[in-house]
Nanobody, 115 residues
Framework: QVQLVESGGDLVQPGGSLRLSCTGS????????MGWYRQAPGKQRDRVAV???????NYAESVKGRFTISRDNGKNTVYLQMNNLKPEDTAVYYC?????????WGQGTQVTVSS
């Protein structure tokens, strides 16, 4: 049974930083494209960043230069380092694991950026 568990969400002031973590179990972690998505109240879930099994990375335009995605296959964990956070980054952040045949989601972690 595949399980993704996110952590690291918090309340932070504008300009602050957070690091989200997502640890997978029950899966061959290194074979999956891992991604971070976010959903603000009343809005659709949007892709923030993905990192492929071979290391290729893509970011949403809104987070380029501020967020960094990375993975440690030895720890079955993907990270999202978020710097210079803005109020519009407030959302529930979800971890995703994608292969050709499977698509899994974590339960989400709340990030709130407010003074």
């Amino acid at each position: 049974q595949v399980q993704l568990v996110e952590s690291g969400g918090d309340l932070v002031q504008p300009g602050g930083s957070l690091r989200l973590s997502c640890t997978g179990s029950g899966m061959i972690f290194s074979s999956y494209t891992m991604g971070w998505y976010r959903q603000a109240p009343g809005k659709q879930r949007d892709r923030v960043a993905v990192i492929r099994s071979y290391g290729g990375i893509n970011y949403a335009e809104s987070v380029k230069g501020r967020f960094t995605i990375s993975r440690d296959n030895g720890k079955n964990t993907v990270y999202l380092q978020m710097n210079n956070l803005k109020p519009e980054d407030t959302a529930v952040y979800y971890c995703n694991a994608l292969s050709r045949a499977e698509n899994y989601w974590g339960q989400g972690t709340q990030v709130t950026v407010s003074s």
